[in-house]
């Protein structure tokens, strides 16, 4: 059945728009293609996350091999293992999920860390290339998601 139309018995009315008056089934709109890239990214991004919250989980459980004991570590690079430990799988789940919070707190995760290696080395150091890294995913997480939003409208 290709659509349903109301049917009105009775003789016509003057002045009712009969087109307006008809209901239709519509096939739904397919997802636009900047959909479908924003998903895979948030995706993609998620299982990098996912990697980066187990490594600080295993840097406090002392299963990274050739690591100092994170007992012996200053006290505040114990809470910034713990909070990223914390925070980039909170990140990776939200971000797997597609969720609009994900996205929040994966920036959240991605700009703390990248301001906390700026500006206080010695507790969260990073090289270089892992700030790049971290700071063009952002920049392409932006630029897929203004484009996946210019296509709804």
């Known amino acids: 059945m290709r659509s349903l139309s109301k049917v009105r018995g009775g003789p016509r009315r003057a002045g009712i ?8 089934r519509r096939p739904p709109r397919p997802e636009t293609r900047w959909d479908v890239v ?4 948030m995706r993609v991004v998620a299982v990098v996350w996912m990697v980066k919250g187990l490594s ?53 995760a991605a700009t703390s860390a990248i301001v906390l290696a700026l500006l206080t080395p010695q507790l969260l150091p990073m090289s270089i290339p892992s700030l790049a890294f971290d700071s063009m995913i952002i920049l392409v997480y932006f630029t897929v998601s203004w484009l996946a939003s210019r296509e709804l409208r």
Do not use: K, S
């Not at 924003?38 to 990214?41: F, M, S």
């Not at 295993?58 to 114990?78: S, V, Y």
């Open 56 to 108: 600080a989980w295993a840097e406090i459980l002392g299963a990274r091999p050739n690591a100092a004991p994170f007992e012996t570590a200053p006290i505040g690079r114990q809470a910034v293992i713990v909070y990223f430990g914390v925070i980039n799988l909170l990140a990776a789940v939200g971000l797997w999920l597609a969720t609009a919070w994900g996205g929040v707190v994966w920036l959240l």
């Open 38 to 41: 924003l998903v895979w990214l």
């Open 17 to 24: 728009d009969e087109a307006a008056d008809r209901i239709e």
